[in-house]
């Protein structure tokens, strides 16, 4: 397997790939409009400063990517915080190890960028993703509530 930045070469069957992964939020309760799953949204995404997409290339192509900013943050002192948007192995490869790879790989570009911290966002009652993400060192720091207003 091999973890790179995406190209547009990647680009037919990482949209394909971004579909389901909004597809699998959506199916376990996320309330957020999702964003753009074209080639063209994608495009995008590759040369926008401090963004990482990364993909996961096996012996039949595409098999993961890696979606990933640093941001600014303000305050007393300006902080670099980087995050991991979205992540996701093609069903059927799951525990095979790309998450992690492509996880490592994000890991080591955020620290290019200067960030001091990483964060994500899961789904509350997401297991597999809490189970993954706390096998990778991440704890819960800040909940966030919501209510709707509709």
Known sequence: MNVAPAAAADLEALAALRAAFWADQ???GLKEPV???TPDDLAKLIDRPRTHLL???GDDGL???LFGVTRLVPGAV???VSSVEEVMTRPGLRQGGVARA???AAMARFAEDGATRVQLR???HNDEAMRFWDRLGFAPYLTT???ALS
């Open 26 to 28: 959506c199916a376990k």
């Open 35 to 37: 964003p753009g799953c």
């Open 55 to 57: 993909v996961a290339n």
């Open 63 to 65: 098999v993961g990517y």
């Open 78 to 80: 300006v902080q670099k």
């Open 102 to 104: 492509l996880v490592a």
């Open 122 to 124: 899961v789904l509350t």
């Open 145 to 147: 509530m919501e209510k």
